[in-house]
T-cell receptor, first 118, second 115 residues
Framework: GAVVSQHPSRVICKSGTSVKIECRSL??????MFWYRQFPKQSLMLMAT?????????EQGVEKDKFLINHASLTLSTLTVTSAHPEDSSFYIC??????????????FGPGTRLTVL | GQQVMQIPQYQHVQEGEDFTTYCNSS?????IQWYKQRPGGHPVFLIQ?????EVKKQKRLTFQFGEAKKNSSLHITATQTTDVGTYFC???????????????FGKGTKLSVKP
């Protein structure tokens, strides 16, 4: 149980285009989902906290107009990288926290999306 | 800002040796979590510690949470090649044991095990 999927797993795009990444909790409901970015050989950096039905909370230094987050249902959150540039190339990971149950305090991570902007 | 420092950054051990990674926070944590990320994989939750001075064990892994709730450690006894990966701590800020604060990840300790 507690599986989180991400789609796509890899994406290559041209500079200036927008890319949407989906994060789904497959067998549980998640009121809260998190989006992280991981640079090579570095730790996870929290970008934003996504709450179902409300606006996302962005961490300091993360541009909300560039990284659009939508959490329209209890099982789906999307991250859209708008007008992508090569410096946005990174590994983006989402995680989901179950709404209830014994795993409430855990975060379950998706497999990540490798974004390469040419 | 709030930080979680983790050391060492890298650790190379011979199979059978012990391994320890340490996390320190500049502020009191409400809880601390540990994750393992295998090479090429994504972080997998290992455990959460909430209480001051708490010690939890999972087979060869021992997790400790400091009395002041500002530091934590993960100790692996008699490492095996399957232990290879990066171990991250993640501290949740705040004084209660709850889950309201943000989770701040340490930079991770990359463990390699020589057979």
């Amino acid at each position: 149980g507690a599986v989180v999927s991400q789609h796509p797993s890899r994406v290559i795009c041209k500079s200036g285009t927008s890319v949407k990444i989906e994060c789904r909790s497959l067998d549980f409901q998640a009121t809260t989902m998190f989006w992280y970015r991981q640079f090579p050989k570095q730790s996870l950096m929290l970008m934003a906290t996504s709450n179902e039905g409300s606006k996302a909370t962005y961490e300091q230094g993360v541009e909300k107009d560039k990284f659009l987050i939508n959490h329209a249902s209890l099982t789906l959150s999307t991250l859209t990288v708008t007008s992508a540039h090569p410096e946005d190339s990174s590994f983006y990971i989402c995680s989901a926290r179950p709404t209830s149950g014994s795993s409430y305090n855990e975060q379950f991570f998706g497999p990540g999306t490798r974004l390469t902007v040419l | 800002g709030q930080q979680v420092m983790q050391i060492p950054q890298y650790q190379h051990v011979q199979e059978g040796e012990d391994f320890t990674t340490y996390c320190n926070s500049s502020t009191t944590l409400s809880n601390i979590q540990w994750y393992k990320q295998r090479p090429g994989g994504h972080p997998v939750f290992l455990i959460q510690l909430v209480k001051s001075g708490e010690v939890k064990k999972q087979k060869r892994l021992t997790f400790q949470f400091g009395e002041a709730k500002k530091n934590s450690s993960l100790h692996i006894t008699a490492t095996q090649t399957t232990d290879v990966g990066t171990y991250f701590c993640a501290g949740r800020m705040g004084r209660g044991g709850g889950s309201q604060g943000n989770l701040i990840f340490g930079k991770g300790t990359k463990l390699s095990v020589k057979p």
